[in-house]
């Protein structure tokens, strides 16, 4: 019972002692270590004899230098866990600190990236001119734009715009549309634009939401998902659900051509967003059109699809969308001027 007593009561050379642990040992359990005043260590001496005899724990008997080792050591593993959170803070704070400084992107890198804007081009004097300045988040081109360009639509010309585009800065990615009439051609023409070389994720293949291009897409999604595709030619909010059904990274509306056609093209764009949302969603009030009416909320899903609208007309659209919650635009050079060159600034 002496050697017991010891493991508990520490001896006068410690020092005053107002509060100190039990040191109880539970088989298969290791070491618990529990406060309790220097007034009560005869009755912890007490109950800890009589978990001897228990049958369910057992209590090791320790001399005082043992004892007050074990308890330094509980001490040690007690404050290194309260400082734990601390030490996180400060490694984090000093990692942060020593990181060399780099340049800040105008559209930071993941679900961050709020606002994309794409320059619609294939024309290389034009990405000469208007890339460089540094806010668009990716280039987008089809055959007909290639054409117009004087290129051939090829996957040699591809490759080369490909490393051009990624060559300036911000640009993140680059959209090229596949090309064939059938489901097998378009996919065999996707799989070779997303092994160009250097792509890192950064190549979005294009498909026309047609049944070919929609069988297509879903070909390309089961074999490698990693492939970022953009469904494009839409006409209607209703073909949002395709596409976000195949997980598409992008649904492209042509907001111009919808116009051309009688259509309420911005009316659509918004139904468009409120279908597939985007992956950061949206809510946004509706102002009553009664007077003293009640305004209303719109929210839209959540889903992994962005809607990538085309075939913009004026700056004032962009505008007008950005209100609804829509953020992703691809636009032309002629656009892209009438941004910048506001009569009041220059």
Request: hydrophobic share 40%; net charge positive.
């Amino acid at each position: 019972m002496a050697l017991l007593q010891d493991a508990f009561v520490p001896s006068r050379s410690m020092g005053t002692v107002g509060s100190w642990p039990q040191l109880v040992v539970r088989w298969g359990r290791g070491i618990a270590l529990t406060p309790t005043s220097a007034t009560s260590s005869a009755s912890a001496v007490s109950a800890a004899a009589a978990a001897a005899t228990s049958p369910a724990r057992a209590v090791w008997p320790t001399t005082g230098v043992v004892g007050a080792v074990l308890l330094c050591a509980g001490w040690v593993r007690t404050a290194e866990r309260r400082a734990g959170g601390r030490r996180r803070q400060l490694h984090g704070a000093t990692a942060s600190a020593l990181a060399p400084r780099v340049a800040r992107r105008a559209f930071p890198l993941g679900d961050g990236a709020k606002i994309r804007l794409f320059l619609d081009t294939a024309d290389e004097a034009e990405w000469d001119r208007l890339l460089p300045l540094g806010f668009f988040y990716g280039v987008t081109t089809n055959p007909v734009l290639l054409e117009r360009a004087g290129l051939p639509c090829s996957l040699e010309t591809a490759e080369r715009l490909f490393k051009k585009a990624v060559s300036f800065p911000g640009i993140q990615e680059v959209m090229f549309q596949a090309w064939g009439a059938s489901t097998e051609k378009l996919v065999a023409s996707a799989r070779n634009l997303k092994r160009l070389p250097e792509n890192l994720g950064r190549v979005v293949v294009k498909l026309p939401l047609t049944r070919e291009g929609v069988r297509a897409a879903a070909e390309l999604r089961e074999s490698d998902p990693s492939c970022k595709l953009c469904m494009t030619t839409c006409y209607s909010a209703t073909q949002g659900f395709v596409a976000a059904g195949l997980g598409a990274d992008y649904i492209a509306p042509y907001l111009g051509r919808m116009g051309d056609l009688g259509m309420d093209g911005i009316e659509e764009c918004y139904s468009l967003q409120a279908t597939v949302g985007g992956p950061n969603g949206d809510v946004w009030r509706n102002k009553s059109a009664e007077p003293g009416g009640a305004d209303t909320l719109t929210r839209s899903l959540r889903t992994s699809t962005r809607v990538l609208v085309a075939s913009i007309r004026s700056a004032q659209q962009m505008v007008s969308l950005v209100g609804r919650g829509l953020d992703t635009f691809t636009f032309s050079p002629k656009i892209c001027d009438e941004l910048l060159d506001v009569e009041a600034t220059t």
